[in-house]
């Protein structure tokens, strides 16, 4: 039984990997070097692949940062799989229940979003205290 439990698990892994995967991504050949070394980014790594999901990568600076701030105070380097999990999927708790990265290009969600963020993060601790 404890089998077929893990391989049910294995497969709904797989299938959030193959999820998140589908978005657009970067390889690290493709990230500058500046870049990819930042705490605020999201690195996923699943046996030799290494990939960046591509909505990082903003010609607006404003957006770029406003990516790094979320992924900061969600702690993207700690579990990158969880966070880019959190970006991908859509959130109830939206105005609309978008994916948070749908409204990135909003300037006038920008606030929604960094609430939405750190209200993760203290759900998150409350359910651990």
């Known amino acids: 039984m404890y ?8 497969a709904v892994l797989q299938a959030a990997i193959d999820y ?7 390889s690290p050949e493709e990230v500058p ?3 990819a070394s930042r ?4 690195r996923l790594e699943f046996g030799p692949l290494v990939r960046y ?4 990568f ?4 404003r957006t770029q940062e406003l990516v790094e701030e979320i992924n900061r105070i969600l702690k993207a380097q700690d579990d990158p799989w969880a966070i880019a999990s959190w ?8 105005t609309d229940e978008a994916m948070p990265v749908e409204p990135l290009d909003n300037p006038s969600r920008h606030d929604e ?11 998150d601790q409350s359910r651990w205290s």
Not at 3 to 10: F, I, N, P, T, V
Not at 20 to 26: D, K, R, Y
Not at 87 to 94: A, E, H
């Open 113 to 123: 979003l960094i609430s939405l963020a750190q209200g993760e993060v203290a759900d």
């Open 87 to 94: 970006w991908f999927y859509p959130n109830r708790s939206t």
């Open 20 to 26: 998140i995967l589908s978005f657009p991504m970067q």
């Open 58 to 61: 903003r010609s607006d600076a």
């Open 33 to 35: 070097s500046e870049l």
């Open 3 to 10: 089998e077929k439990d893990l391989s049910q698990e294995q």
């Open 39 to 42: 705490p605020g980014l999201i």
């Open 53 to 56: 999901p591509a909505f990082q």
